[in-house]
């Protein structure tokens, strides 16, 4: 059974910087596309980032395209998101997502989900 558990949510000001961790268990990390959504209070839940298995494809929204990166360490069985230069618009529950179905994540209806981390950026 495949668990993810996010890490490293917090408040931050704007123009600051957070670093999240997506720790995958329970199977072999690199067989799993992986990535991050974030749902702000009264909004659905919108794509952020996503990674292929071995890493080479990498996919961004345009909200965050230039200040996010996403990064996976295979030998850690752990996906990042750098955050720079955050704005208030970027407080959400973020989560992270992953399947093995040879799909990046916000193409499929089927991964597995974090518990999610909040993140509040403050004016």
């Known amino acids: 059974q495949v668990q993810l558990v996010e890490s490293g949510g917090g408040l931050v000001q704007a123009g600051g910087s957070l670093r999240l961790a997506c720790a995958l268990s329970?199977?072999?990390?690199?067989?799993?596309?992986m990535g991050w959504f974030r749902q702000a209070p009264g909004r659905e839940r919108e794509f952020v980032a996503a990674?292929?298995?071995?890493?080479?494809?990498?996919y961004y929204a345009d909200s965050v395209k230039g200040r996010f990166t996403i990064s996976k360490d295979n030998a850690k069985s752990t996906m990042y998101l750098q955050m720079n230069s955050l704005k208030p618009e970027d407080t959400a529950v973020y989560f992270c997502?992953?399947?093995?179905?040879?799909?990046?994540?916000?193409?499929?209806?089927?991964?597995?989900w974090g518990q999610g981390t909040q993140v509040t950026v403050s004016s």
């Open positions: 990674i292929s298995r071995g890493g080479g494809s990498i």
């Open positions: 997502a992953a399947n093995s179905r040879g799909v990046s994540v916000q193409e499929s209806d089927d991964n597995y």
């Open positions: 329970g199977r072999t990390f690199s067989n799993y596309y």
